[in-house]
């Protein structure tokens, strides 16, 4: 009985302790939750920095604050951690894994704890705001914690967050899949926002720069400065330009808030001096304008504290300011458009007070936030707008007087064409004309519009907007005519026909003989090509014509075409149908066949026949001319038109070597006796220009690459006269002939000893030449007495043997090693330079560079030639000069033909330069 009087008392005592404590709810969440507002719920504890989470202390209600109680709390000191907590009862039967959002994207740190009942940690998580956004718990610009919430257990969520306490963020718990699609939400409004300001800027940027006005260069700088404030103030910015160094937006957000006090203080001023002229009151505007300037240039140099409450109190000055200039706005004589302008500044200068005022961060945050995001970017547009009102009014009014002078300036137009030399034309919706002009009627052939109507009831039919088309006149004359239709329904036409029959005329003297009508040569080619091409057997006859010069010279040149086109007509009727003809020189006509052989044998001696018949008449006189025939065949694609025609050719020049109209067909053993004969006759004009000395010198010259050297070279050539032309006749013509009489040799000497016998009569010249290349023939490898020539020639002269280089090409250095190799040993000896020719033509040519004593090597032209064009050759002449540089020995290239190939040739170091960019070869006399 004693102690259940005990226990009664005890309860009697606690009563009132049980009656003042306040018990909290849980909040309950499960899977099906998606966003919960955590601010509602919490209770606050503002603390030191240093107090941890074991110390809070979560189940004793009285030490925990209300949302109330936590705006109105007053806190000394460094920015202190405000600690927030809320039992959360997780109803599902598994644990769920939240995620815990701050509002404030700039929270120095964040943590997150969850509890059990009895106060013990069960997990934690942590963010500052320096972490880089990669390794933070979640891939966001915001502070993102994720927190896992045991099943069927009650716990508790405590978070701790370093700010003040009337800057307390929003906290809510979101779902994963909520979140992200929140996330790409906002990202995306805030993306368009940033885009929509960007333009503006720029728009007011151009209008500022057509019209002149510093307003609209002051508005388009506000326009970038909220761009800037937009990106930094909602935290998109450490996404797309500080993803690895966040504290650079955190030091960013201050200046950037500074710039836009700056550009709005500037557009107010700006503004003021254009809505007051010039009043008083703008000076008070100036004053405000050089002390935000001063502001902004002592900024740098605050510590943190300073600067938030120095852009703190300028923003709340220029809200005071724009008050007052409203205020005064307003009392003036109301001019049209000003008072919206004048509402448009205030909003905007508020939207401004309130992104820079931290205070009022937390209206920024949700819904609400991208709403005042795009509250503010409508704000701009619609200011950019109203700034703009006058000019567009101005615009409008005069595209509605364009729009009311159209009749009247399509009809002056219309009388102004009635002038020109063109056709002109109006259609109808279907496609007929409603209205043309007296030129075209002329064009036409017509009296009147119906006669165009009833001719072309739809109009011309053409494909696409432009095109040239043949139609019959009225009165059945063909011409050709450029249509070109409008989009107005108008269009033009203009006659083309003497253009068109001279562009047919220039294309028919394109492929076809001015004189005779046949076709010409290079039609003719590429007709016989064609034909190879698809291989199919061809036949080609050569008609040569003996005695129209003659015509010529007696009756004259005209006389000579009309007797070649008589020919050349009656030719055409006597050749079969099938056959194609051709002029394919002055005095040769050639016909295309497809038969076989024999029967073209049979036509071209009937052809023959019928020239030998021919007579022609002129001037009381009669001609009669010379013909004879040659005849080439083919079956095979591998031979080409031009190999083809040379064989009609030499079966021609056979054909001519039997007797008069005699017809000749090619065969192999032709081309072997044509051969023996050119070499024949070769041999019998070098033997006699070697017996008279009748050879001519020219001299090319070869440059140093390198523009501080200036040394003088020349390449001396050989060269056979030729009485029947004007131009000499280089070696590769009569080589094989010279080494089969063995004439070469013995002109190498020539050469030597003329070059020899210059220098002395000129010893100026060869004081000043650095060095004089001669080539030399295999005759001259295999002598082995030249070298004694040699040093005869030069043992009395004024030239030094470092002065002379011989050269070899590589062919016959290879083919002639070890003469080749004698020879420049014993011409390195005496001092004399050596040098391989055409270097790179064949696959040894490193093997001559590393085995022969050289002082020169000259690369192959053809790898010159095509350096430009073609990377493989341009490393291949880069390959010779690197192997040439290892070994000691120049490089001289040869074939450069344009300034581009020398200065690319100089770049890679290349000593010397050949070729035509250089100079042309040039007769060289003693």
């Known amino acids: 009985m ?179 699609l929140r996330q790409q939400q906002q990202q995306t409004a805030l993306g368009v926002n940033a885009g929509i300001l960007i333009l503006l800027a720029l728009a007011a940027f151009v209008s500022a720069q057509l019209f002149k006005s510093r307003l609209l260069l002051t508005f388009g700088c506000v326009s970038a400065a909220f761009t800037l404030s937009l990106l930094l103030h909602s935290g998109v910015w450490i996404t797309y330009f500080s993803p690895y160094s966040p504290d650079i937006a955190a030091s960013l957000k201050t200046y950037v808030s500074q710039l836009l006090i700056l550009t709005m203080a500037w557009f107010i001023w700006e503004w003021g001096r254009f809505r007051f002229r010039l009043s008083r009151f703008n000076r008070i505007g100036y004053v405000v304008l050089a002390a935000v300037l001063g502001f902004t240039i002592g900024l740098p140099w605050l510590d943190d504290r300073w600067q938030s409450a120095l852009v703190i109190a300028q923003v709340n000055g220029l809200l005071i300011w724009t008050a007052v200039v409203v205020l005064r706005s307003i009392q003036k004589q109301p001019i049209s458009g000003f008072r919206w302008q004048t509402f448009l500044l205030a909003i905007t200068v508020i939207v401004a007070w309130l992104l820079i005022s931290p205070r009022y961060n937390p209206i920024w945050e949700g819904i609400s936030g991208l709403l005042l995001y795009s509250a503010m970017t409508v704000t701009v547009m619609m200011f950019l707008l109203a700034l703009e009102r006058h000019r567009l009014n101005r615009l409008m009014r005069r595209i509605a007087g364009l729009k009311k002078n159209r009749k009247t300036l399509r009809r002056r137009l219309w009388q102004l064409l009635q002038r020109t030399g063109e056709g002109w034309f109006r259609l109808n919706d279907d496609g007929s004309f409603k209205q043309v002009n007296q030129q075209m009627l002329n064009i036409l052939a017509a009296h009147s519009l119906d006669q165009i109507k009833a001719h072309w009831p739809k109009g011309f039919v053409i494909e696409g907007k432009r095109q040239l088309t043949s139609v019959d006149r009225i009165d059945g004359r063909n011409i050709w ?211 008279e000395e009748n050879w001519a010198l020219f001299a090319q010259p070869i440059i140093s690459a390198a523009r501080n050297a200036d040394k003088h070279c020349i390449e001396l050539l050989l060269r056979l006269p030729d009485s029947t032309t004007d131009e000499p006749v280089a070696p590769q013509q009569f080589l094989r002939a010279a080494l089969r009489a063995g004439v070469m040799g013995k002109a190498d000497r020539w050469l030597v000893r003329e070059a020899v016998e210059h220098f002395n009569e000129n010893p100026f010249e060869a004081t000043r030449t650095w060095r004089c290349h001669i080539n030399l023939s295999t005759q001259s490898l295999e002598d082995e007495s030249f070298i004694q020539f040699i040093e005869a020639a030069l043992k009395n002269s004024v030239i030094q043997p470092n002065q002379l280089v011989f050269e070899v090409s590589e062919p016959d250095a290879f083919k002639h090693f070890d003469q080749t190799y004698q020879l420049f040993k014993n011409l390195t000896e005496l001092g004399i330079g050596t040098a391989v020719d055409q270097f790179g033509s064949s696959y040894n040519s490193f093997q001559l560079l590393r085995q022969l004593p050289l002082t020169q090597i000259k690369v192959n032209r053809f790898w010159v030639q095509n350096m430009l064009i073609d990377l493989v050759d341009a490393e291949l002449v880069a390959s010779c000069v690197r192997l040439a540089k290892a070994a000691n020995v120049e490089v001289c290239a040869v074939g450069v033909e344009s300034d581009e190939i020398r200065i690319k040739l100089t770049q890679l170091g290349v000593d010397y330069i050949q070729g035509f960019v250089c100079g042309h070869p040039v007769e060289w006399q003693r």
């Open 2 to 180: 004693q102690t259940i009087f005990k226990h009664a008392l005890w309860l009697l005592l606690l009563l009132p302790l049980l009656a003042g404590a306040e018990v909290r709810t849980p909040v309950s969440v499960s899977a099906q939750t998606s966003k919960v507002t955590l601010n509602q719920h919490f209770k606050y504890r503002v603390v030191d920095a240093s107090v941890p989470v074991d110390r809070l202390a979560v189940n004793e209600p009285s030490r925990w604050l209300s949302s109330e109680e936590l705006s109105q709390h007053n806190y000394a000191g460094t920015k202190p951690n405000i600690w927030s907590s809320v039992p959360l009862y997780n109803r599902s039967n598994r644990s769920q894994t939240f995620y815990v959002k701050f509002s404030d994207p700039f929270l120095q740190s964040v943590s997150v704890f969850v509890l059990d009942t009895n106060g013990t940690m069960l997990s934690q998580r942590s963010n500052s705001f320096s972490t880089p956004l990669m390794q933070r718990p979640h891939l966001s610009h915001e502070q993102v914690l994720p927190v896992t919430l045991p099943a069927n257990k009650t716990v508790w969520l405590v978070t701790a967050v370093q700010q003040w306490p009337e800057q307390m963020p929003t906290i809510s718990l979101w779902q994963s899949t909520e979140l992200e």
């Open 481 to 691: 005519l450029d249509v070109e239709y409008f989009g107005d329904k108008t269009g033009r036409i203009t006659d083309v026909t003497k253009r068109m029959e001279a562009e047919i005329h220039l294309d028919f003297l394109a492929h076809h003989d001015a004189v005779t009508g046949l076709l010409n040569v290079r039609e003719f080619r590429r007709l016989l090509q064609s034909r190879l091409d698809a291989n199919k057997a061809v036949c080609i006859t050569i008609i040569k014509l003996s005695g129209l010069d003659i015509i010529a010279d007696q009756a004259g040149t005209d006389a000579r075409d009309q007797a070649i086109l008589q020919l050349a007509i009656n030719l055409k009727r006597k050749a079969p149908k099938y056959s194609r003809i051709a002029r394919i020189s002055e005095h040769e006509i050639a016909l295309l066949n497809t038969e076989d052989e024999q029967s073209v044998f049979a036509q071209a001696h009937r052809l023959v026949q019928y020239c030998k018949e021919f007579r022609f008449n002129s001037d009381k006189r009669i001609y009669q001319l010379t013909a004879h025939a040659g005849i080439a065949y083919s079956d095979s694609s591998e031979v080409s038109a031009s190999t083809l025609l040379r064989q009609g050719r030499e079966a021609l020049k056979l054909a001519m070597q039997q007797g008069d109209y005699r017809v000749h067909s090619y065969s192999e053993a032709d081309q072997r006796r044509l051969l023996g004969e050119a070499e024949l006759e070769w041999e019998q004009k070098l033997k006699k220009a070697l017996r």
